[in-house]
């Protein structure tokens, strides 16, 4: 993520880093909110799904604002701040597993009205967000690119949500709930190891350019 002082000269100046700021704490604000609105839902209807997404708001209201607070470090801290991140975006996985756990003996199925509306308004959160971020994308490294792949990632699984309470609805199952909320897990690990590979990148490119030539 090149947004250090000869970084930000290249990509418009500290007004890149002021604007990036404002709008990663947007996001952070809308993705807490919404993280209140989805688990209160979850813990009412019983929803793997919704749980599993409902935490990974959580998680990418605390990714932006590390992010926030991170704009003007050096590339090697941000480097390092990266790798940090890709293990705060495996922490959701790990949610949802534990809580599938309980589901795989007795998948009790949810109230699919509610877990279908539900997966529409986050879905509206985050396309709202992945909008705000994407013109960020390519000037951004691993920081950024944790805050642009989270809310992109989340359309998908939000889109499967409400798929999941159509299919609820007709096969009067928990399975569908329960698979959906395994998959939001296996799309935070895959996440993860992006903006891993991309945080490595930048502690490379970063450790080159001390090297005198």
């Not at 941000?78 to 998948?107: E, H, M």
């Not at 897990?185 to 993860?192: E, G, S, T």
Request: hydrophobic share 55%; proline share 4%.
């Amino acid at each position: 993520m090149a947004i250090a002082h000869d970084d930000a000269v290249a990509n418009g100046g500290w007004g890149m880093n002021s604007t990036l700021r404002r709008v990663v704490i947007l996001v952070a604000g809308l993705n807490l909110a919404y993280f209140g609105v989805e688990f209160a839902i979850a813990r009412a209807i019983g929803s793997v799904s919704l749980f599993a997404d409902s935490i990974d708001f959580l998680e990418d209201a605390s990714v932006n604002l590390l992010i926030a607070t991170a704009l003007g470090w050096s590339a090697t801290r941000r480097a390092r701040l990266g790798v940090g991140l890709a293990c705060i975006l495996l922490l959701p996985g790990f949610a949802t597993l534990w809580t599938a756990w309980g589901k795989f003996l007795a998948p009790v199925p949810p109230a699919p009205i509610l877990l279908s509306l539900a997966g529409l308004g986050a879905l509206g959160v985050n396309l709202s967000c992945a909008f705000m971020l994407a013109r960020f994308r390519a000037h951004s490294g691993s920081l950024a690119r944790a805050a642009f792949l989270s809310p992109r990632n989340d359309t998908v699984a939000n889109v499967a949500i409400i798929a999941a309470g159509l299919a609820t609805a007709y096969t009067l199952s928990g399975w569908p709930d329960l698979i959906v909320g395994l998959g939001i897990a296996a799309m935070n690990a895959d996440a993860a190891r992006e903006v891993w590979s991309a945080a490595r990148e930048e502690h490379r490119a970063a450790e080159s350019e001390q090297i005198p030539s």
